[in-house]
């Protein structure tokens, strides 16, 4: 009797965790597709659904975006509530469904450019796709900067400053977490003669941030 019972629980464990998987495939899908175009233009609400149906019928990965060129869909992870894609080949698109302390979902959206050093945007929205002001301060370049490295020079660092006042960042969204990673991109603009002195003073560690009593927090 009790072996019976332990299957029994061990069997509606299951039936609910692959419902809440099944919701969660069916928001994430749903969330991505009813997107305002505004906030991933080079893809249409029907281009979106497209992409999503060939993807989970295993027809495919990719359409053809509004200029002819190929998007890819890189992630639908249904379980974590993440979409990853390769709108054009210079530009991609991450949405995340995060969740506040109360619970409440945001969708968090990365918008990033490589054109052609990569930088990043990220928007806050509700489920119905109004603007949330739950701030991220975008890391400026400067933060990548080992200070003891550069004491460690004969280079002065307010010269140092001004090579990095252009800061290219780009970000992602870890998956599972929510975290956001931030990392820097910034050499890649500079000249040959200024990247051979600044690349060695520069931490290559991507910045990690994280959503804690709703704030977003940089973790070590």
Same mark, same amino acid.
């Given at each position: ?5 332990? !299957?029994?629980?061990?069997?509606? %464990? ?26 991933? *233009?080079? %893809?249409?609400?029907?281009? !979106?659904? /497209? ?9 495919? $990965? ?8 190929? &998007? ?29 302390? #109360?619970?409440?979902? +945001? ?7 490589? @054109? *052609? ?15 949330? =002001?739950?701030?991220?301060?975008? =890391?400026? @370049?400067?933060?990548? +900067?080992?200070?003891?490295?550069? #004491?460690?020079?004969?280079? #002065?660092?307010?010269?140092? /400053?001004?090579? %990095? !006042? ?27 003669? $200024?990247?051979?002195?600044? @690349?060695?003073?520069?931490? $290559?560690? &991507? ?7 709703? !704030?977003?927090?940089?973790? *070590?």
């Amino acid at each position: 009797m009790k072996e019976q019972k332990k !299957r029994n629980r061990w069997f509606v %464990l299951c039936g609910v965790m692959l419902c809440n998987q099944f919701i969660a495939a069916q928001n994430i899908e749903k969330l991505y597709v009813a997107m305002p175009d505004v906030l991933n *233009p080079t %893809l249409s609400k029907q281009n !979106r659904l /497209e992409l999503v149906e060939y993807y989970k019928s295993g027809h495919g $990965d990719s359409i053809a975006n509004r200029f002819g060129k190929s &998007a890819h869909l890189l992630t639908l992870d249904s379980l974590n509530s993440f979409v990853q894609v390769k709108n054009t080949s210079s530009s991609s698109f991450a949405m995340k469904v995060l969740r506040l302390d #109360d619970n409440k979902p +945001v969708l968090g959206v990365i918008r990033t450019v490589c @054109a *052609p050093v990569c930088q990043s945007v990220i928007e806050f929205y509700d489920t119905t796709w109004k603007p949330m =002001p739950l701030q991220f301060i975008l =890391p400026k @370049a400067i933060e990548w +900067v080992n200070k003891t490295k550069v #004491d460690s020079t004969d280079l #002065d660092m307010h010269w140092v /400053e001004s090579v %990095l !006042r252009n800061s290219f960042v780009s970000l992602s969204f870890d998956s599972v977490t929510g975290a956001i990673i931030a990392k820097n991109n910034s050499t890649d603009f500079m000249s040959d003669e $200024d990247r051979k002195l600044i @690349a060695p003073l520069l931490d $290559d560690k &991507a910045i990690r941030f994280e959503l804690q009593n709703n !704030r977003w927090q940089r973790k *070590p």
